[in-house]
């Protein structure tokens, strides 16, 4: 069956270290790759969108990496900073048909000063 | 501003008493869908429309109906809620016919008593 992993449920970082937060799949092969943040009781934002020939993308802080042979992507915080704890979700869209996309179960952030 | 309003923000019925939450965009986005998110499951999308009089069911539509009248609305209907469609439901929207980079809204905490 289809399964999306992310890594942890919960992660717990100092402030100023690099939060690496993993997404794994399996019988998928999606075009794109996204990640999202959402605060509690909030709907989540989008942040980044990796697509299948792309191996890496930044913004600001962030980075995404995808990698189709290992089915994974890292999401990399760098410098992190108490704001950045949320929960954090991977979702990937095959683009065939009609599937919807399918999120991973998220990653709960916690940056302690 | 640009942004997805979701009406009510929280909503406590009892068993089988029609409800309707609102949902609309100020974008011109073409694409809407609905999701829900529940503890340990994560989000799951109901229902999903491309565009105007163009509804599809996502993963988990049972016990729901949509509609699409008018680009920026697109309200979810429980015709006879029940206990197990307690959850925290998320309106979304694209301006692609993608799953693209999908503004969410605040979200509606639904409790079926």
């Known amino acids: 069956s289809q399964k999306i992993e992310q890594n942890s449920e919960a992660l717990n970082i100092q402030e100023g270290k690099t939060a690496t937060l993993t997404c794994n799949y399996t019988?998928?092969?999606?075009?794109?790759l996204q990640w999202y943040r959402q605060d509690p009781g909030r709907g989540p934002v989008f942040l980044l969108l990796?697509?299948?020939?792309?191996k890496e993308k930044r913004k600001e802080r962030l980075k995404v990496t995808f990698d189709t042979t290992l089915k994974q992507s890292l999401f990399h915080i760098t410098a992190s900073q108490p704001a950045d704890s949320a929960t954090y979700l991977c979702?990937?869209?095959?683009?065939?048909?009609?599937?919807?996309?399918?999120f991973g179960k998220g990653t709960r952030l916690s940056v302690i000063a | 501003e640009a942004q997805v309003t979701q009406n009510p923000r929280y909503l406590i019925t009892v068993t089988g008493k029609k409800l309707t939450v609102t949902c609309s965009q100020n974008?011109?986005?073409?694409?809407m869908s609905w999701y829900r998110q529940d503890p340990g499951l994560g989000l799951r999308q109901i229902y999903y429309?491309?565009?105007?009089?163009?509804?599809d069911k996502g993963d988990v539509p049972e016990g729901y109906k949509v509609s699409r009248k008018e680009k920026r609305n697109f309200p979810l209907i429980l015709e006879s809620p029940s206990p197990n469609q307690t959850s925290l439901y998320f309106c979304?929207?694209?301006?692609?016919?993608?799953?693209?980079?999908?503004?969410f809204g605040s979200g509606t905490q639904l409790s079926v008593l």
């Open positions: 019988n998928y092969s999606p075009a794109y």
């Open positions: 429309s491309m565009n105007v009089e163009v509804t």
């Open positions: 979304a929207s694209t301006r692609t016919g993608t799953n693209e980079k999908l503004f």
């Open positions: 974008m011109n986005h073409e694409y």
């Open positions: 979702a990937l869209d095959l683009l065939s048909g009609n599937t919807p996309l399918v």
């Open positions: 990796i697509r299948e020939n792309e």
